[in-house]
């Protein structure tokens, strides 16, 4: 009997981390790289968001990084399109959200799309954005598209690079604290290029 017990104890101390890791906190910043613009040969579909999650107001976050965006400056060919945080609930280790940032026009945002998770202690994301222009009467215009596929660590800043685009994105597991970040913080844990940022 107190070999089960035992035995009982120690699945559930190896099942901890898995239930604690179905929260994480994302946070994602888009911006434009350069003046350079390279229209999609097609607009942006009616069905972008398709059957993904959308991110709710009450899954929004207050953002943590901040003080990268704040970096991120037109002097230095930079222009900030999206910064969002939200806290992704996911009993899959696999999920998909449509996120969006703007004014609605016709069901469409001047950002628009979605992102795509594989969960694991490296994470496999993809990204896939619209980038709307809009006529006078507010009907599409031209799209630019965003679309990458990178492997994004827990608790680490990743820069994803495609220009004329780029992207800013952490992954945080609630199992633990998030650390409060300054501008004077050590970022030493950044991948990817992030440091190019700091």
Partial sequence: MRYIVHLVLLLT?????????????????????????????????????????????????????????????ADDGYQVLMHQSWLQHSSDAQATVAIKAGEAHFNHYPIEGTLAFKLARNNKVELDLWLNQFNADKTLRSSERFTHQATVANEQVTFIDHYPFGALMRIQPQNTQAPKRTNTTNTTNTTNHAAEFE
């Fill in 13 to 73: 101390l190896c099942a901890s981390p898995a239930f604690a890791s179905d929260t994480q906190l994302v946070e994602l910043i888009v911006f434009r790289q350069g003046g350079d613009s390279l229209p999609s040969s097609a607009i942006a579909p009616d069905l972008w968001a398709d059957n993904a999650t959308r991110v709710s107001r009450d899954m929004q976050r207050t953002t943590q990084l901040d003080y990268l965006a704040r970096k991120l400056t």
